[in-house]
């Protein structure tokens, strides 16, 4: 059964920061883009990170570019950070790890094919 386990969240000041972590299991992961969604009360879900197979590659949404940092490890299974710095009262949202295989487009949830059960963040003012 494939498993994506998103920890980390909580509550923050602004201008503090978090890590996030994303643990994927349940079957091999290779070849798979992984990425980083939110979803704030009322909003659609957007797109945050994404990070290729390989870690070469990474992408953000504007919103989040400078502040945060997408990684990965494959060395034994596959684990997805997030970290976010400079959090601000804007940021506050769940946030969810999935996981795409193959190419796609890159920031638009109906392209992944896993998802896990998201963390929230609050970032008080």
């Known amino acids: 059964q494939v498993q994506l386990v998103e920890s980390g969240g909580g509550l923050v000041q602004a201008g503090g920061s978090l890590r996030l972590s994303c643990a994927a299991s349940g079957r091999s992961f290779s070849g798979y883009r992984m990425g980083w969604f939110r979803q704030a009360p009322g909003k659609e879900r957007e797109f945050v990170a994404a990070?290729?197979?390989?870690?070469?590659?990474?992408?953000y949404a504007d919103s989040v570019k400078g502040r945060f940092t997408i990684s990965r490890d494959n060395a034994k299974s596959t684990t997805v950070y997030l970290q976010m710095n400079s959090l601000k009262p804007e940021d506050t949202a769940v946030y969810y790890c999935?996981?795409?295989?193959?190419?796609?487009?890159?920031?638009?949830?109906?392209?992944?094919?896993?998802w896990g059960q998201g963390t929230q963040i609050t970032v008080s003012s």
């Open positions: 990070i290729s197979w390989s870690g070469g590659t990474t992408y």
């Open positions: 999935a996981a795409k295989r193959g190419a796609g487009i890159v920031g638009v949830p109906s392209d992944y094919d896993y």
